[in-house]
């Protein structure tokens, strides 16, 4: 959305400004991401940045910072397994939990016993989401996971093809609806007579 290859780069005001949404939202639940750098100095950095529904990225580390926020009436999402923020660690985007399941259990049981209210299960191994999902008493939210979860997401932007890469769990229905369109438009069979205002008749 703004321009960079990574989430790293996004700051605390951008995201501040994505929350603006929730004015608008009468039901639906808006969960914010933190942004790299707005959280992890300390648990006091952590709750001068969070606003309403926060999502911190990691686990065992970060279960502290989310009991501080959780016992100060912030809702905190957990967000394990990919973690796009940690992608200079990481080295590149690959599935998580296709060896050792041990780390990404911890983290899944970590969050939720500091008291997240749901946690984001990114791209891990789909054995070990419907585990993590079976077994830790949260909601969970698979992107990339399994069909065992609560709930699924998806970056609006790799949904449109605007991302560098494309997830292996992203369908192309959104790209092809914009393919027919175009080619409908260059095709000239659209817009229709369904399509366009015509004149109003004269009484």
Known sequence: MHGFETTVPVT??????QGRVMRGSAQALVVVDMPFGSYEASRKQAFQSAVGAAKLEGGVRMAETVAFL???DIPVMGHIGLTPQSINTLGSFRAQGRGSWEPIESDAKAVAEAGAFSVVIEAVAEPLARKITETIA????GIGASVAGDGRVLVLEDM???SPRTPKFVRPAIEAAVEAYARDVRGRTFPGPEHVYGMKQRG
């Open 160 to 162: 449109m093809g605007l």
């Open 12 to 17: 605390l005001e951008m995201m501040i400004l």
């Open 70 to 72: 959780a016992e100060r």
């Open 138 to 141: 949260i909601p969970t939210i």
